[in-house]
């Protein structure tokens, strides 16, 4: 079935870094890709997607490419700020987009 | 700001208990679909109503159930809680036109279960 693998967190970075955070998938089919944010206390807000292999999704400076070769999906953002201290969720869905397949969540804190 | 409002906000029953937790889709959205998000964990699709009618469940019990109303408001009902129910419930709207649409999330129900 399909299914979403992230890297585990927590991550720490400072103020300035550069962020990845690994995103794997398995699918049947063509899937979307997404990256979710949730701030403490809020639900989840779509950061950004890609639909098809090779697009490029990006976001308040955040990017990631739908890699179909590798089957990833990575978030990237090459300078983090102390407000981008949230919980990133990779997920996936297919054509029908009953069930969006989510992953366990990537903690990120990011100290001044 | 999504839209989307969930009530209440957070909620604490007991074990056998009931409940009945809601769900106020974004303006011309006619999909709601429910999630639940266990502590620490990402989001699992519960189920999802298209038009009033389900279409489409995850691998939840049957004691998990849910109405959307002509309004395209929906509600989730659990009965004969159990411990394990304890998460965070996220409603999410979205407008199915043959794509892969957009969720737009609630800031959902913090259920407790003792």
């Known amino acids: 079935g399909n299914s979403v693998t992230q890297m585990e967190g927590p991550v720490t970075l400072s103020e300035e870094a550069f962020l990845t955070i690994n995103c794997t998938y398995t699918?049947?089919?063509?899937?979307?890709l997404f990256w979710y944010v949730q701030y403490p206390g809020e639900g989840l807000q779509l950061l950004l997607k890609?639909?098809?292999?090779?697009d490029k999704g990006s976001n308040k400076g955040f990017e990631a490419t739908y890699r179909k070769e590798t089957t990833s999906f990575h978030l990237e953002k090459g300078s983090v700020q102390v407000s981008d201290s949230a919980v990133y969720f990779c997920a996936l869905n297919t054509y029908n987009n009953n069930d969006m397949r989510f992953g366990a969540g990537t903690r990120l804190t990011v100290k001044p | 700001e999504t839209g989307v409002t969930q009530s209440p906000t957070h909620l604490i029953k007991t074990r056998g208990q009931q409940v009945t937790l809601r769900c106020s889709s974004q303006s011309g959205h006619n999909t709601v679909s429910w999630y639940q998000q266990a502590l620490g964990q990402g989001p699992q699709f519960i189920f999802q109503y298209y038009r009033e009618e389900e279409n489409g469940r995850g691998n939840f019990p049957p004691r998990f159930s849910g109405l959307q109303f002509p309004n395209y408001s929906s509600e989730l009902n659990v009965n004969a809680l159990e411990l394990d129910d304890s998460a965070l419930y996220l409603c999410?709207?979205?407008?199915?036109?043959?794509?892969?649409?957009?969720?737009?999330f609630g800031s959902g129900t913090q259920l407790s279960v003792l």
């Open positions: 699918a049947t089919g063509y899937p979307s």
């Open positions: 999410a709207s979205s407008f199915k036109d043959g794509t892969n649409e957009k969720l737009f």
């Open positions: 890609a639909t098809k292999a090779d």
